[in-house]
């Protein structure tokens, strides 16, 4: 399982994860919609991507991120991180497509599954590629 660990695949929802880590290490748990535009606008000039955003097939937000926000809304309050998620769905597309280099500045899934592991407990990212491979695994053992 953990040969799909790629940082663009296997791994992506952990660079995520980590971006979100690294994001809170800077601005602690009061962060503010600036500080999202000021951290990207840091992440890009270093020369890094914003993980989770900016999909190469996908035209659109990914439908399985929403399904997981839409969870979130309805089950998970109070939870700084997840906060942290919604917000960069509402701000990050906004500071990527004022680039005009970026053509699909929407998440992918990744953006929040991270997130939601952590959230529930599940806080050795290195069972992350594990959970997604078996995940894949149950989707094909019904054919």
């Not at 994001?23 to 000039?45: C, P």
């Not at 500071?95 to 899934?109: E, F, Q």
Request: charged share 20%.
């Amino acid at each position: 399982m953990n040969g799909l660990a790629g940082p663009l695949h296997g791994l992506a929802n952990q660079e995520c994860l980590n971006y979100l880590l690294n994001f809170k290490a800077k601005y602690g748990e009061n962060w503010t919609r600036e500080n999202i535009h000021e951290f990207v606008d840091i992440t890009l000039k270093s020369g890094k991507v914003i993980p989770g955003y900016g999909h190469a097939v996908l035209r659109k937000t990914d439908p399985r991120f929403m399904c997981e926000l839409d969870f979130a809304n309805k089950h998970i309050h109070g939870s700084n991180l997840l906060d942290l998620v919604k917000a960069n769905y509402e701000e990050i597309p906004k500071c990527l497509d004022a680039t005009g280099k970026i053509k699909n500045p929407w998440p992918n899934v990744d953006c929040g599954s991270g997130a939601l592991l952590m959230h529930y407990g599940l806080t050795q990212h290195d069972y992350y590629t594990v959970l997604f491979g078996v995940s894949r695994a149950f989707g094909v053992m019904p054919a």
